[in-house]
């Protein structure tokens, strides 16, 4: 892999029936520390983009996901990383999110968590497209985002 090349990261929404979603906020020690964000990581080598999500997932938060869709798609560039995120959503998974890095959780309907990453928070607002169709309709995207495939 060459140094420019996007990181490819698995990302998953677990979405309650009532439409309330999960938040992370990352731990200390990572880059963006603090900010909140949809649990995930990097996808590792010889893993598919579904395998890095189960894992993370279990590695992080203790939470067998059974089943997720693929759902958008974002590319984003930071100072320290250029980032190619694979957004998932699941209905169907096991278990209760545990603190397994000391980082905190909030399931939330409207979201008041922040601050968000920046190549997530276009997510929010698309998301709500989803849970809540009546609300504002799509959302501008930030000029930072680069490409998107939803
Ligand atoms: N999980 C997650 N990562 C995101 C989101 N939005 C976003 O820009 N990212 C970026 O995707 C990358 C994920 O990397 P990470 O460091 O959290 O992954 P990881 O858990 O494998 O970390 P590790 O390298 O310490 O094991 C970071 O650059 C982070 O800024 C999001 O909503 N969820």
Known sequence: MKKNDPIDVAVGILMKDN???LLAERPAGKPYEGYWEFPGGKVEAGETIEEAL???FMEELGIAIASA???CGVEFVYPHAHVRLHFYI???WKGVPQSREGQKFSW???IHVEPLL???IPLVKWIDDIRYPTASGLASQLNAV???QC
């Open 146 to 148: 680069i490409s998107t």
């Open 54 to 56: 189960k894992r993370e």
């Open 90 to 92: 699941s209905h169907d």
């Open 118 to 120: 920046p190549a997530t």
């Open 69 to 71: 869709d693929p759902w």
């Open 19 to 21: 439409g309330d979603i």
């Open 108 to 110: 939330q309907g409207s």
